[in-house]
């Protein structure tokens, strides 16, 4: 049974940074691509950030490009968020991803396997 459990939210000041953290278990993660979902009160789930595992390749939306880096440490089995300059328009709840290709998804239903999620809330 494959398990994502997400860690590292909560309340940071605007500008400052936060880094969330995915851990991953319960299958072979050497094909899969990983990514960061947000979902804000009323809003859709947005795409964040995608990873592939084994090549380390990225993909991030435009809203955060620049101050949010995807990463992944393989001997940990773990993908990481780091999440710099955040502001209000940041605030949502931020969920890990995974799926079994080599494609880097933008749309949440292409992902077979979800986290329960981790609040971020920036204080203007």
């Known amino acids: 049974q494959v398990q994502l459990v997400e860690s590292g939210g909560g309340l940071v000041q605007a500008g400052g940074s936060l880094r969330l953290s995915c851990a991953v278990s319960?299958?072979?993660?050497?094909?899969?691509?990983m990514g960061w979902f947000r979902q804000a009160p009323g809003k859709e789930r947005e795409f964040v950030a995608a990873?592939?595992?084994?090549?380390?390749?990225?993909h991030s939306a435009d809203s955060v490009r620049g101050r949010f880096t995807i990463s992944r440490d393989n001997a940990k089995n773990t993908v990481y968020l780091q999440m710099n300059s955040l502001n209000s328009d940041d605030t949502a709840v931020y969920y890990c991803?995974?799926?079994?290709?080599?494609?880097?998804?933008?749309?949440?239903?292409?992902?077979?396997?979800w986290g329960q999620g981790t609040q971020v809330t920036v204080s203007s």
């Open positions: 991803a995974g799926d079994r290709s080599f494609i880097l998804h933008t749309t949440a239903p292409a992902y077979d396997y």
């Open positions: 319960g299958g072979t993660f050497a094909t899969y691509t």
């Open positions: 990873i592939r595992w084994n090549t380390g390749s990225t």
